[in-house]
């Protein structure tokens, strides 16, 4: 998959098993389903596959975790910066 193709919105059982290797210049936005912790700040893929590998989108969604509480993080976006804002593609919805 290349970049372009990455970044139009897709469904979300289509992209999770694609890997990490195909979303390099995006970064996971991940928070908490316990409504008071704070979001967890964004961490940029090529970090994550640094650490774990390239590992699909559905098990990358599974290792992240709040950073207050430790729980599996509920609801889970890549999300790419461009000029005009922000493409977003979900990967897990809160519970
Ligand atoms: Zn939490």
New binding site residues.
């Given amino acids: 998959m290349d970049l372009d193709a990455a970044r139009l919105p897709r469904a979300r059982h289509e992209v999770l098993g694609t890997h990490l290797s195909s979303w390099r210049s995006w970064a996971v936005r991940s928070r908490?389903s316990?409504l008071e912790?704070p979001p967890n700040r964004m961490i940029a893929v090529t970090d994550i596959a640094d650490s774990r590998g390239d590992v699909t989108l559905e098990g990358m969604a599974d290792g992240i975790r709040?950073s207050?509480?430790?729980?599996t993080a509920g609801a889970v976006s890549l999300v790419l910066r461009l000029t005009a804002g922000e493409s977003i593609q979900r990967v897990r919805s809160a519970a």
């Avoid at 207050?68 to 729980?71: D, I, L, R, V």
Wanted: charged content about 0%; glycine content about 12%; hydrophobic content about 25%.
């Fill in positions: 908490c316990h912790c709040c207050a509480c430790g729980a």
